[in-house]
Structure formats: structure tokens, C-alpha cells
């Protein structure tokens, strides 16, 4: 199967944006060089569907949104738009489509690239129709890649955010399939708090600081007049 072609992006970090094949730098960031390139680097022994194992096979983008019960969206955000666009989104080819959303908007300054939203998770849906839950987000790809990722006080909570009860179901089964403890979140309209607390969370670790110590333990929060806690 051949390669996707694609939009290269910008190599530069936290930049990634989407980038003119004509031009030698880079749209959003005009100043720095632009390594754009859209060759894949894997020969066909290396590519990640070889690495997985039987069962796993190359494809498109557009294919592998198509592929299955659910896609996982894992690409940096400024290319979800043309993945989506290439995969027929504005012609409903992805209504109804389980999509997981697992991309962080984080920019320079660990600030939201999304701005006030609507954010990553509610712009997808918006652009596809697809049953999206946001999951996968808060934790680091070294962490999701632990068999399983089981610490100290227990197995990971992978807090979901989505509109659909089959949806969140099966993500929910995937979510045990790794050894973690899903967390219902609520619906789709608090994926966009799931993505700020992410990008709180990046901006601690990136900068040394360690948030775990912020939470104290529920039973105490529990165990108290919880009443400027309450929903309005
Ligand atoms: N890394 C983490 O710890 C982590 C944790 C949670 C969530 N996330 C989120 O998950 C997403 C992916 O993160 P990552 O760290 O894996 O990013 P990454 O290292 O940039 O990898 C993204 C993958 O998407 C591919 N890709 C990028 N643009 C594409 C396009 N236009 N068409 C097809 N494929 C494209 C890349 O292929 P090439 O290598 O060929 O460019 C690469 O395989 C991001 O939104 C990130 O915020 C990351």
C-alpha cells in the first residue's frame, strides 16, 4: 500500500503547523527554518504496523479512521483538520464514527492553541459528527506504554469525557484492556476542561514541579463540608 500524501508540517517543536511546500520557512513561525517534509521515515520492516504484530497493517490516515470499531486521533492537533478533511469528514464519511481523541492544543507557554474553545475534542465532532470521546490525553506517552501502568496507590484513572453512552462504553473497555480505572468525566462539553487541566499539568511537568502533591487524598475532601464544591 503506498504512503499518504499529506501536508508536511513543521518540524519545529511546539510548532508543527501546518507548512507551504513551496516555501522555505515555516507560515506561523516565518523567522526560524522550516524542515518540512512529508517522506516517511520507515522502511517497510520498521513501520510501526510491523512492530505491532499480526493483525496490524499500513494504511492512509483516511483508512485507518474508517478502520474498526474506534480511531484513535494521535497526531499533533494542527494536522487533525486536514486528516479530517482528507478522510471526507465534510461529507459525512465520519458521522457516527467512534473517534478517540487523545491530542493536547498545547502551545508556546503551555497555553491552549484553542484559545477560549471550543476546544480539540468539541471542534472534531463539530467537523465530523463522530461519537468523539477525549481520553488518553492527561498522562505521557511513556506512561501509556507501561504493561500496566499500575503505581504505587493503584492502576491510573483515565478520566473520559463524551456525549455517547456506546461510545464511552468501549472506551471504557479499552481503558481496562490497558490496566487502568476509566473515570466518567461527563459529556463532551468538559472535554475543553479535561484539555486546560492537560495543559496545566504539561506546564508542571515540563517545568520540574510535581502536581501529584496538589491533590490531597479524596477521603478528606470526602470527609468534609463540601458545599462550595457543589454545582451550581
Ligand atoms: N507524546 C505524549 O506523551 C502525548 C501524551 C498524550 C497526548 N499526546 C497527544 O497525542 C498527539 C500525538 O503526540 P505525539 O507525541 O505522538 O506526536 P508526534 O511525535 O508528533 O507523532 C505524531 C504522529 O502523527 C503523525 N502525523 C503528524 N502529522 C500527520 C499528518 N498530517 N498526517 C499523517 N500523520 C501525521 C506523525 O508522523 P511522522 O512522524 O511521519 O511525522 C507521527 O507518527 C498530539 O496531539 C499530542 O498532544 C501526546
Known sequence: MSLPSRRPLCRRPLCRSASSP???????????????????????????????????????????LLFGDAALLAVDHGAVAGLLDDAGAASGALRGRVLIDCTNAVGPGFLLTTGEG??????????????VVKAFNHSAASVWALDPPVFADGPLAVPLCGDDEAALALVRTLVRDLGCIPLDAGGLDRADQLEAMTAFLIGLW???????????PFAAVAGTDRSGLREA
Open 206 to 216: 515540563h517545568t520540574g514541579q510535581d502536581p501529584r502533591p496538589m491533590l490531597p
Open 118 to 131: 471550543p476546544g480539540a475534542a468539541r471542534t472534531v465532532a463539530a467537523a465530523t459528527g463522530a461519537r
Open 22 to 64: 513551496s516555501s522555505p520557512s515555516c507560515p506561523s513561525c516565518s523567522s526560524q527554518p522550516c524542515a518540512a517534509t512529508n517522506a516517511s521515515p520507515y522502511s517497510t520492516d520498521q513501520r510501526p504496523s510491523a512492530r505491532i504484530g499480526p493483525g496490524a497493517r499500513p494504511g492512509t490516515p483516511s483508512q485507518a
